[in-house]
């Protein structure tokens, strides 16, 4: 298995809108196995469909949440759905293309868990990711529209 650094979700009383995980250079970590299929997967969903320079398609539309408004929590949620739904899909595309990859670091699925409202004007939700071993992973993604 190759290794990747490992995404740490910062502490909640120092998250601010566009901040909410770290690549820490004084307490770098090296991950594999199921935790580098979750930053795979984190790094994939987080970029901003259309940002990469090459790789245009990459990424899900979730960034478009930040500033944006929330009309409805129902909507928001869908919208969501959406983003892993994408991420998901491209996720797999890459695994089919790289089929040496062990299955502790190939996508099973990932699926909303949990969604909720963190008033005033806040989300959090869960995913929850399984490897093609079918050890599963909970990933937090608290969002702040301030």
């Known amino acids: ?33 199921l935790q580098k299929l979750v930053n795979r997967w984190l790094k994939l969903f987080l970029t901003k469909k259309g940002s990469h320079p090459v790789r245009r398609t990459e990424g899900t539309i979730f960034s478009n949440l930040v500033g944006g408004n929330i009309a409805s929590l129902r909507g928001t949620e869908v919208y969501v759905i959406e983003a892993i739904d994408d991420a998901n899909a491209q996720i797999l595309a890459l695994d089919r293309q ?37 050890d599963t992973a909970q990933v937090i993604l608290p969002y702040a529209n301030d």
């Open 1 to 33: 298995m190759s290794v990747d650094l490992h995404i740490q979700l910062r502490d909640p009383s120092r998250q601010r809108p566009r901040a909410v995980f770290t690549l820490d250079p004084n307490n770098a970590q090296a991950v594999e196995g």
């Open 98 to 134: 790289n089929l040496t990859a062990p299955p502790e670091e190939r996508l099973g699925s990932a699926a909303l868990a949990q969604f909720v409202e963190v008033p005033p004007a806040g989300i959090e939700f869960w995913v929850t990711l399984r490897n093609l071993s079918g």
